[in-house]
């Protein structure tokens, strides 16, 4: 799970990144917010992935 996360992050980054090289986050900041949701989602989903393995490491 934690790998497709990632591979969901860098994707996304990649997007973001094409969006402000062409200026397209002016011209469409409704999608370009929306994928920054994305982003902050699927970051936070993967923390949570990896505090439950290392808490479940723990026990």
């Known amino acids: ?4 996360l990632q591979a969901l992050i860098d ?6 990144t094409r969006f402000e090289d062409t200026g397209m986050d002016e011209l469409m900041p409704e999608d370009y917010n929306k994928l920054l ?3 902050d989602n699927a970051i936070k989903q993967q923390r949570e992935h990896t505090l439950a393995m ?4 723990n026990l």
Do not use: K, N, V
Request: hydrophobic share 45%; aromatic share 0%.
């Open 11 to 16: 994707d996304t980054q990649s997007t973001l």
């Open 1 to 4: 799970m934690i790998d497709e």
């Open 54 to 57: 290392l808490a479940h490491a």
């Open 37 to 39: 949701e994305m982003l």
